[in-house]
């Protein structure tokens, strides 16, 4: 054999070989799920291993949690948008990174639009107004007469500047004209404990943080910020019913991959995470984490976004709140 007919044999080899891999099916490897927040119990990483191993009962591989926590989850977004976009890195993240850290950072690391490919909006958690006992109010009618008759005398805590909490508190205010003051704290532990203790007045927490409070009785649980009832808190009212349409917050978590995944393959994640989101066993396992659960399309979550960041926009600048 000549070499020319043997380089060219080998040639053709390497790209058969090349061609069969290819077009080797979707995952043929383990799949990679970043979740920008530290492990732990934290609602996030929570949420996110329930979904990562229901996902993986539907797949052939391995579905590995990868925590990067850090910068207001900064540093897991630009991970997940820097990865190759084969589909084995998807980066599951939340309102918070997506639509609040546009508007917080001078200059975010990451575009949440131009750098992803949106995939599904898996679900909610909403955020519920608690207040202290000996404030002796139990309605939402109540404590907004109260907030609005006495400026600055509620002190509302949250978990830092921008977080959820706080960019509740300012929807309320802006809804209802009230005057209360913000109190960052830097988690969620020394918050409860000051509510408790009265040294602040209310807080708009996660269901999943207040719920304990509330059926321990040491929170007064006012209204769910949303147009449904929590699974944990069946029996609080939400601020649809209320009369207060409008106020309606929490964080919503949405799978994402990376600008440039090929329009098939956001297809068949996005089913196979529709599929698990229908599933009653996996539906229920998320919802009694504290989640809604919500799932669509492609497009749904994409427009969702464009909302989030525009609304979120204008609350940051509301609370004066930035990071540099």
Not at 236 to 243: K, W, Y
């Amino acid at each position: 054999m000549t070499v020319t007919r043997r380089a060219t044999l080998m040639a053709l080899a390497a790209g058969t070989a090349h061609a069969q891999g290819a077009a080797e099916p979707w995952p043929s490897r383990p799949v990679r799920i970043i979740v920008p927040a530290p492990g732990g119990n934290g609602t996030a990483d929570t949420l996110a291993r329930i979904f990562a191993q229901e996902l993986e009962k539907r797949l052939t591989q391995r579905v590995l949690v990868e925590n990067r926590g850090g910068a207001n989850g900064n540093i897991g977004a630009v991970a997940g948008a820097r990865a190759a976009p084969d589909g084995y890195t998807i980066l599951w993240s939340w309102a918070g990174t997506l639509a609040t850290n546009p508007a917080l950072y001078r200059a975010l690391p990451f575009d949440p639009v131009r750098d992803f490919e949106p995939v599904v909006l898996i679900g909610n958690v909403p955020n519920l107004l608690v207040v202290n006992r000996q404030l002796g109010i139990t309605t939402l009618e109540q404590f907004t007469a109260y907030a609005r008759a006495n400026p600055g005398a509620i002190n509302f805590g949250s978990t830092g500047n921008g977080s959820s909490m706080h960019l509740a508190g300012e929807l309320f205010k802006s809804l209802t004209g009230a005057e209360m003051t913000h109190v960052p704290y830097t988690g969620p532990a020394g918050a409860s404990t000051d509510l408790l203790s009265g040294r602040i007045q209310a807080m708009f927490n996660l269901v999943t943080g207040a719920a304990p409070q509330v059926r321990s009785g040491e929170v007064v649980p006012i209204a769910i910020l949303s147009d449904r009832r929590a699974g944990q808190l069946p029996d609080v009212p939400t601020t649809a019913e209320l009369g207060m349409p409008a106020l309606v917050f929490g964080t919503w978590f949405a799978l994402l991959l990376p600008k440039g995944a090929e329009p098939g393959l956001v297809a068949r994640v996005n089913a196979l995470a529709n599929e698990v989101l229908a599933d009653p066993v996996a539906k229920a396992r998320l919802e009694a984490a504290g989640m809604d659960v919500l799932g669509g399309t492609p497009e749904r979550l994409a427009t969702h976004l464009r909302e989030e960041i525009a609304r979120h926009a204008i609350l940051v600048r509301a609370s004066g709140a930035q990071i540099d």
